[in-house]
Nanobody, 125 residues
Framework: EVQLVESGGGLVQAGGSLRLSCAAS????????IGWFRQAPGKEREGVSC????????YYIDSVKGRFTITSDNAKSTVYLQMNSLKPEDTAVYYC??????????????????WGQGTQVTVSS
């Protein structure tokens, strides 16, 4: 059974940091891309940061560049999102998603095949 399990969310004050983890298991084929997405109340899900497993290429939405860093530990089948200098507008449920093909686009959540249950990140001002 394919599973993506997120952890690391919580409540933090503006300017603080959190590290999210996404543990993947049950895949019978190699994952092409894993990304972090977020959805705030009343908003559509948006791609935050993604990493391509084949070459390690990373992508970030403009609003988090310089603050967030995505990394992958292939030995543990885990992807991390280090979030620094958090802002109230970062508040959302954060999901990890996995894509099996080459057609994925981080800015298009519909191109990802599997999803975790999400972890809440709340940033107070």
């Amino acid at each position: 059974e394919v599973q993506l399990v997120e952890s690391g969310g919580g409540l933090v004050q503006a300017g603080g940091s959190l590290r999210l983890s996404c543990a993947a298991s049950g895949f019978t084929q190699d994952v092409y891309d894993i990304g972090w997405f977020r959805q705030a109340p009343g908003k559509e899900r948006e791609g935050v940061s993604c990493i391509t497993r084949t070459d390690g290429s990373t992508y970030y939405i403009d609003s988090v560049k310089g603050r967030f860093t995505i990394t992958s530990d292939n030995a543990k089948s885990t992807v991390y999102l280090q979030m620094n200098s958090l802002k109230p507008e970062d508040t959302a449920v954060y999901y990890c998603g996995a894509a099996l093909g080459y057609g994925s686009r981080c800015g298009e959540p519909g191109t990802y095949d599997y999803w975790g249950q999400g972890t809440q990140v709340t940033v107070s001002s």
